[in-house]
């Protein structure tokens, strides 16, 4: 079964940081955009930020500055560094995946369980 863990929210105070991380795992031959997007009290969830397999990177204006993310291809991770945290930031935060799995050989788009980040003092 191919399917994508979170790891890293947490409760955190305002201009604190966190550090999530997102892992791949099962029959997977390639992956291609990994990415990060939350989803606040009664609102749409929204994109964060976006990592394709050739490196480029794109952000949501208001995280931009302020979050990175990053990848790592061998371990099929996805990680979002989160930095000068503030209270609108709290969410529940999904990773997101277009892998191509063996077995099967097909193309999936993956959701994470979602891992919640709580900014508050």
């Known amino acids: 079964q191919v399917q994508l863990v979170e790891s890293g929210g947490g409760l955190v105070q305002p201009g604190g940081s966190l550090r999530l991380s997102c892992a791949a795992s099962?029959?997977?031959?390639?992956?291609?955009?990994m990415g990060w997007y939350r989803q606040a009290p009664g609102k749409q969830r929204e994109l964060v930020a976006i990592t394709t397999n050739g490196g480029s990177t794109n952000y949501a204006d208001s995280v931009k500055g302020r979050f990175t993310i990053s990848r790592n291809n061998v371990k099929n991770t996805v990680y979002l560094q989160m930095n000068s945290l503030k209270p609108e930031d709290t969410a529940v935060y999904y990773c997101n995946a277009g892998v191509t799995v063996t077995v099967p050989y097909r193309y999936l788009e993956l959701w994470g369980q979602g891992t919640l980040v709580t900014v508050s003092s």
């Open positions: 099962g029959s997977i031959f390639s992956i291609n955009a």
